[in-house]
């Protein structure tokens, strides 16, 4: 044990509106030899306190209310940040000036701007970083890109993801910053993003000269405790992405479209179709996201004039964890033995298209 990585956790909170922390990363954390919780960070030393109880973690186990304070502890080599996108850059950018090795969640930051300044100090400082795009890892998306890898589809001629997202009319009261684009976190930033960076994981990147368009058809949510609707309140972030662009080795299409909008029962949440010039591939899941697995939910098919063929997903060690843990854990993996993982850098590279898709605004 006294070879593990000693970790400090922000974000693993009793009672946050949004639970990743606990459902992504402590299954992983608290079952491995390669890392140890030494520390949380929380909004106070109480708070962090309440957690440490809350989820059973060592008595011993370090609690912090402050950033400082946090980035002032000498014994804490990984920090690890899941919080709420606002509070990135002032809740990790000490750890960073003092030479700490971070794995931040995604987005980065609220901006690109900001996710650039965190790239640089690390790279002054010579830390690690890791970003929290989870498809990379995933089961299945490897599964395609093996089989593009090994040409048994032969050369990809086209890509279509589809993407129908549920109806987000609706939003409980900690998660009512997606309104606003100010904060950085919505569903162009992590359903689409997320999603896009898994897709060009799996057939390469796309030429810059892409097309997109973002509507905000809505204009308003209600935010809602429970059935209990509390206010109605306006939003300045898109609920249906279009793109359209070609990827960068061979100009084929890629098309790409998340839009909010009733999701027929039964149908796929995610539907990535890949044709190729001897034969096609068809993904699905039964959720929006393909940065966290569904396990054998995920169905994945080869298909050709002779009919379709099913291909079974190997979860690996993983599978004995819960599905929204397991890519988060193979990230872990990679980094503890020096694989491969995305960084700062690779976020400021998404961080950018962002941006771009965002200039193409239609109200």
């Known amino acids: 044990m006294s070879s593990s990585i000693r970790v400090a956790l922000i974000g693993l909170s009793a009672g946050a509106a949004t639970a990743w922390a606990s459902i992504a990363h402590l299954p992983y954390l608290t079952n491995s030899d390669k890392y140890k919780i030494i520390a949380l960070l929380n909004s106070s030393v109480a708070a962090a306190r309440e957690a ?28 690890v940040c899941s919080v709420r996108v606002d509070r990135h850059f002032s809740t ?30 690390a790279k002054e400082k010579k830390v690690k970083t890791m970003v929290g795009l989870q498809g990379r890892a995933d089961a299945a ?44 976190g919505n569903h162009l930033t992590i359903l689409f993003a997320h999603l896009l960076d898994t897709i060009l994981h799996i057939v390469g990147p796309i030429r810059d000269d892409f097309i997109s368009r973002i509507y905000n058809t809505l204009g308003g949510v209600d935010i809602i405790d429970g059935s209990k609707v509390l206010r ?8 249906h992405v279009y793109l359209l662009g070609n990827l960068l080795h061979n100009d084929a ?12 029962e039964g149908n796929p949440g995610v539907t990535l179709r890949i044709h190729g010039s001897l034969k096609d591939i068809e993904l699905t899941t039964p959720g929006n996201y393909l940065n966290f697995g569904y396990g054998r939910e995920t169905k994945l098919k080869v298909i050709d004039a002779k009919g379709e063929d099913e ?32 960084d700062f850098a690779d976020a400021v590279q998404l961080h950018r298209m962002i941006e771009k898709i965002y200039t193409h605004t239609v109200v």
């Not at 973690?57 to 002032?72: E, I, M, N, Q, V």
């Not at 030479?99 to 701007?113: C, H, I, R, T, Y």
């Not at 890509?159 to 009512?176: D, K, R, T």
């Not at 309140?233 to 609920?239: E, F, G, L």
């Open 253 to 264: 299409p890629v098309t790409v479209i998340v839009r909010d909008g009733r999701k027929i």
């Open 52 to 79: 440490i109880q809350f989820y059973n973690l060592p008595p011993d186990t370090k609690a912090y209310g402050s950033p400082d304070d946090l980035a002032a502890d000498a014994d804490v080599q990984l920090v």
């Open 141 to 184: 998306a490897n599964a395609v890109r093996g089989l593009i890898g090994r040409k048994e589809i032969g050369d990809v001629k086209s890509v279509e993801v589809f993407v129908p997202q549920g109806q987000f009319s609706q939003l409980p009261e900690g998660l009512e910053y997606f309104t606003d684009k100010r904060t950085g």
């Open 311 to 342: 291909r079974d997903i190997d979860e690996g060690k993983e599978e004995s964890l819960p599905v929204t843990a397991r890519n988060t854990a193979r990230q872990y993996e990679a980094f503890a033995q020096g694989g491969s993982y995305a």
């Open 92 to 121: 990790v950018m000490p750890s960073i000036l003092a030479g700490k090795d971070v794995f931040m969640e995604w987005p980065l930051a609220s901006n690109e701007q900001e996710a650039r300044r965190m790239m640089e100090a």
């Open 232 to 239: 109605r309140v306006k939003k300045d972030t898109p609920d």
